[in-house]
């Protein structure tokens, strides 16, 4: 098959390396220049692990390349992938689709011969009906089928995700669509992961519902972690006594400091914005948004708690702000509540993070980046371990300790217990629901 794959971030990169992986000739496309430049130097623009080999192996295969020409590479393929963001429109919160429906114009213009024409960037439902009465009213006598396929990878272990899926689901309105989306994911379908195929807006149903779930589940056991803190009991066992429960499942029941990231603050509010608009409001969406921020905001109090109800003067050592561990993406993270109010209450605030600081610099104005974790807790107040890197699970707790002006730990991923950090000479030390007193 001859895929083109426009967008070539987090989903389109991935995407587009796997597919030639596959087998398949596969052109990435991105308007972003520098992006192109960088991949035809063979580098990779963002930190995915594995993605830099599995990109340099295709390429030499010679079936993959890179380029900002859209009608070049989507001229003969059998397929053409849109995976450009959908960021929250400014305002109402729905999904910002100009981005698709710019290169949903671009591949009308370019397109030749029967094209299958796929979405996999997320979407709201009725999009790829829009995008079919784009590119007809661009090119009324084109011949082509849209697909939603939308993409369910996560940051951080997105080749394995991607190679082998939980799921793959293809949304088709016609069978010549659909056999050419079997042909793609045929490597997928011979090992024996389940395709889903289903109509349009069923495909672009799944994705919102799975990520509203999902997004829901966590702040579900946020919202225990807290009550926990108050009666005495321990979010960690709670969480292990529910999760084994096959009908609740053991997945996403970590308390932390809120989800962020480039998909479930987004893809919540467009979810509850499509509810509104069709009248069948989603009221548990809607009240798991205000309760996500509610959780974002408890954690400055934890700090602030910690050091005696003000952070002012006080140095503040921050370990990780990407919105999780093993991405550079710093998209909603709950980082970008959490320091600048620090910085806000007169904070002096020393930052670090393995792959953050490129996209931090620029969004964490105010703050010291450190090198490691004993640089940034080098006179500080307090530590606040923000995100759960593996460098920042396996600390040396008493080196911390040693250089710190008043040892105290906010452990907003319960990555420590109060014995570990009581050992190592810290004072004082909150996790997230859990009571933990010294
Ligand atoms: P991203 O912002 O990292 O990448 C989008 C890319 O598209 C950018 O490089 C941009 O320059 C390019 N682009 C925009 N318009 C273009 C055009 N007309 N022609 C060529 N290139 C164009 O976004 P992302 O994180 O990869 O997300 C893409 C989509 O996939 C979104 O809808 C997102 O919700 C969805 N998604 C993301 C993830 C994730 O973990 N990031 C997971 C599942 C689904």
């Known amino acids: 098959m001859r895929i083109a ?59 993959l390349t890179f380029t900002t020409d859209l009608a070049k590479a989507v001229k003969g393929a059998d397929a053409v992938f849109i995976a450009v963001g959908t960021p929250t429109r400014r305002g109402d919160g729905h999904a910002d689709l100009s981005y698709v429906m710019a290169a949903a114009e671009e591949i009308a213009h370019a397109m030749d011969g029967y094209t299958v024409v796929v979405t996999k960037s997320t979407v709201p439902v009725g999009t790829n009906r829009q995008v079919q009465e784009v590119i007809r009213g661009a090119k009324p006598d084109a011949e082509f089928d849209v697909a939603s396929n939308p993409e369910f990878l996560r940051e951080g272990a997105a080749i394995d995700d991607f190679m082998r899926p939980d799921r793959v689901v293809v949304g088709v309105q016609s069978d010549r669509a659909a056999d050419v989306m079997s042909e793609i994911y045929r490597p997928l379908f011979l090992r024996d992961f389940p395709i889903v195929t289903t109509d349009l807006e069923s495909a672009e149903m799944i994705k919102y519902a799975a990520n509203a779930f999902l997004a829901v589940k966590i702040t579900f056991v946020n919202e225990i972690a807290r009550l926990c803190e108050q009666v005495g009991a321990d979010i960690k066992q709670v969480s292990k006594g529910i999760g084994l429960d096959g009908r609740i499942g053991n997945k996403f029941l970590h308390a932390g400091p809120g989800y962020g990231g ?28 205000k309760v996500n921020d ?145």
């Open 5 to 63: 794959m426009i967008g070539t971030g987090y989903v389109g990169l991935v995407s587009g390396v796997c597919f030639s992986d596959f087998g398949h000739d596969v052109i990435c496309v991105d308007k972003n220049p520098a992006k192109i430049e960088m991949l035809e130097r063979g580098e990779v623009p963002i930190f995915e692990p594995g993605l830099d080999a599995l990109l340099a192996r295709n390429v030499d295969a010679g079936r």
């Open 262 to 289: 480039s998909c479930f603050p987004k893809d919540t509010r467009a979810f509850a914005r499509t509810g509104q608009e069709h009248a069948a409001p989603l009221q548990l969406v809607e009240t798991v948004i």
């Open 294 to 438: 509610e959780v974002k905001r408890r954690m400055i109090d934890k700090v602030m708690d910690l050091c005696g109800g003000s952070v002012n003067g006080k140095t503040v050592a921050v370990l990780g702000v990407t919105f999780k561990p093993n991405t550079d993406d710093m998209r909603e993270a709950p980082s970008l509540t959490i320091v600048p109010a620090l910085v806000g209450g007169g904070a002096k605030v020393r930052v670090v993070d393995p792959q953050g600081r490129r996209e931090g610099e620029a969004l964490l104005p105010g703050v010291h980046w450190c090198d490691d974790p004993y640089e940034a807790a080098e006179k500080a107040d307090v530590v606040v371990i923000l995100t759960e890197w593996n460098e920042f699970r396996a600390l040396d707790l008493k080196r911390m300790a040693e250089r710190m002006e008043t040892p105290r730990m906010a452990d907003l991923r319960n990555v420590y217990s109060s014995a570990d950090v009581k050992e190592a000479g810290f004072t004082a030390y909150a996790a997230v629901g859990r009571r933990d007193d010294l």
